[in-house]
């Protein structure tokens, strides 16, 4: 393929001029930063285009397009990066917790990144939407308070649960389990990027899948995110030392939509889109 990849581009692109020596303080910088601007979006499926996995095509479409993607193309992209910096990386297998369907997805539902550090392992994941916003620990299933929320990967036989704790702002007791709340489950057994390829394709064509059901763009901001859902605009921001986080909606006409993606997503797309907001259908097998 033509275009070639280029890392000062791509650290340019997410805001990270360097240097870039493959430590801790670094992948978390790349992480936060590359949340803070790629967004997490599926429009290239809703603009009847189909997402092809090759990283060039991958690089050029989120470093030089400067467009965003899902997990397979925001992980796929950063987990090469992060090889080319020096990064030791294997790429893992991840399940998601549908929070519409409140059902695990097929195996290979979700591509996740891990990063071994001076033996340290991390877990890494710049495409999943609202999860965390810096590496998480794999080293224990203690609670990790991050800027956002309070996370934890809990193990489970050979299988690891990574974990939000539910209205954080207001529960003080990580170690009530009730309190927490299923992103997804994956193993550390590592992964090839073609494994995903019949998942990536399910992805774009199944009404099992949110991909397919409902057009999306959604970025991290400093202080809470923006999610473009549908019609439908969701604003929230953190919640404050004196109160709670807030939530406002709004629905959008076309040329709305047209402009929210210019000026607060970054995204100028170079044909229109079918907006769609449809109801996801359970898969008839809780993987």
Same mark, same amino acid.
């Given at each position: ?34 949340? /803070? ?8 499926? $809703?603009?009847?285009? #189909? @997402? +092809?996995?090759?990283?060039? *095509?991958? =690089? ?77 620990? /794999? ?8 800027? $956002?929320?309070?996370? #934890? @990967? +809990?193990?489970?036989?050979? *299988?690891? =649960? ?98 929210? *993606? ?26």
């Amino acid at each position: 393929m033509s275009v070639k990849m280029d890392v000062q581009k791509y650290l340019t692109r997410i805001d990270c001029p360097g240097p870039c020596a493959p430590t801790i303080d670094t992948l978390r910088t790349l992480h936060l930063n590359h949340l /803070l601007t790629v967004p997490f979006e599926d429009l290239t499926i $809703h603009m009847g285009q #189909r @997402v +092809r996995l090759e990283l060039p *095509l991958l =690089y050029e479409k989120i470093v030089l397009n400067r467009r965003g993607g899902f997990c397979y193309e925001n992980n796929g992209l950063f987990s090469w990066l992060l090889s080319q910096l020096g990064f030791e990386v294997d790429i893992l297998a991840a399940q998601v917790k549908n929070r519409f369907t409140g059902a695990y997805g097929p195996p290979f539902d979700h591509l996740i990144i891990m990063v071994t550090l001076d033996g340290h392992k991390w877990l890494c994941d710049v495409g999943f939407g609202s999860g965390f916003q810096l590496p998480l620990s /794999l080293k224990s299933d203690r609670a990790q308070r991050q800027s $956002h929320g309070v996370y #934890r @990967v +809990r193990t489970q036989g050979k *299988l690891m =649960y990574t974990e939000m704790l539910t209205e954080s702002d207001k529960i003080k007791d990580p170690k009530d389990n009730t309190a927490w709340r299923e992103l997804y489950k994956f193993s550390l057994e590592p992964c090839q990027r073609d494994d995903f390829k019949a998942m990536c394709d399910y992805h774009q064509s199944s009404v099992n899948s949110i991909f397919f059901c409902k057009s999306f763009c959604s970025l991290l901001l400093p202080n809470g995110r923006i999610t473009l859902i549908g019609r439908k605009f969701i604003t929230t921001t953190l919640p404050s030392e004196e109160g709670q986080a807030a939530n406002t909606k709004t629905d959008l006409s076309d040329e709305e939509i047209t402009e929210l *993606l210019k000026k607060r997503f970054g995204i100028m797309l170079s044909s229109p889109f079918t907006i769609k907001d449809t109801e996801i259908v359970p898969p008839p097998v809780n993987y």
